[in-house]
């Protein structure tokens, strides 16, 4: 953004002065932009998967992919709120989401139930490697905020990933 002599941003606000050069800040945000991609791709997916999961598992499977897509939909305000405190606009049409995710979209037509959770447990390794790759960034800025988000956000994935593997050991 322009600035002027100042140093404040044409628009009158003082420019950004957290202890975090702005290539710093660039490049962290950027690889925020793409876990929001990741975390609101995942969260579609599993909010398809709630809708049309069938069979046997059908009680199970529904309820745990509720707690997991509401879950999902109350990461993401975070993760584009730090990506704001760092200067940065978060992305947030489908067309960026696209490009910046790392996951695919949900499949077209729904897979079997087990296939679901297959698809969701890649899909929570995916973000916690997007979230992971991001740390030494955040580490060698100082940027201890992105560092706590990235940790909570890594259990998350992590733990999720567990518990819907463990439903497909016989």
Same mark, same amino acid.
């Given at each position: 953004?322009?600035?002027? %002599?100042?140093?404040?941003?044409?628009?009158?606000?003082? *420019?950004?002065?957290?202890?975090?050069?702005? %290539?710093? &800040?660039? !490049?962290?945000?950027? +690889?925020?932009? %793409?876990?929001? =991609?990741?975390?609101? /791709?995942?969260?579609?997916? /599993?909010?398809?998967?709630?809708?049309?999961?069938?069979?046997?598992?059908?009680?199970?499977?529904?309820?745990?992919?509720?707690?997991?897509?509401?879950?999902?939909?109350?990461?993401?305000?975070?993760?584009?709120?730090?990506? &704001?405190?760092?200067?940065?606009?978060?992305?947030?049409?489908?067309?960026?989401?696209?490009?910046?995710? /790392?996951? *695919?979209? =949900?499949? /077209?037509?729904?897979?079997?139930?087990?296939?679901?959770?297959?698809?969701?447990?890649? +899909?929570?390794?995916?973000?916690? &490697?997007?979230?992971?790759?991001?740390?030494?960034?955040?580490?060698?800025?100082?940027? !201890?905020?992105?560092?706590?988000?990235?940790?909570? &956000?890594?259990?998350?994935?992590?733990?999720?990933?567990?518990?819907?593997?463990?439903?497909?050991? !016989?």
């Amino acid at each position: 953004m322009p600035k002027n %002599k100042s140093g404040a941003n044409k628009s009158g606000a003082p *420019a950004i002065n957290i202890g975090i050069g702005s %290539k710093d &800040r660039a !490049e962290i945000a950027g +690889g925020l932009s %793409k876990l929001l =991609a990741d975390t609101y /791709t995942l969260y579609l997916t /599993t909010h398809n998967f709630h809708w049309n999961v069938t069979g046997p598992m059908f009680n199970t499977l529904h309820d745990m992919f509720m707690e997991q897509y509401t879950e999902l939909w109350n990461a993401v305000d975070p993760i584009a709120e730090r990506i &704001r405190s760092l200067g940065h606009y978060a992305p947030g049409s489908y067309a960026d989401f696209g490009r910046l995710a /790392t996951i *695919a979209d =949900a499949p /077209t037509e729904p897979p079997k139930a087990l296939d679901m959770v297959r698809v969701l447990v890649e +899909g929570h390794e995916a973000v916690a &490697r997007t979230a992971r790759e991001i740390f030494p960034l955040a580490d060698e800025a100082g940027d !201890e905020p992105t560092a706590d988000l990235l940790t909570q &956000r890594l259990t998350v994935h992590e733990q999720t990933a567990w518990m819907l593997r463990s439903l497909l050991e !016989e």
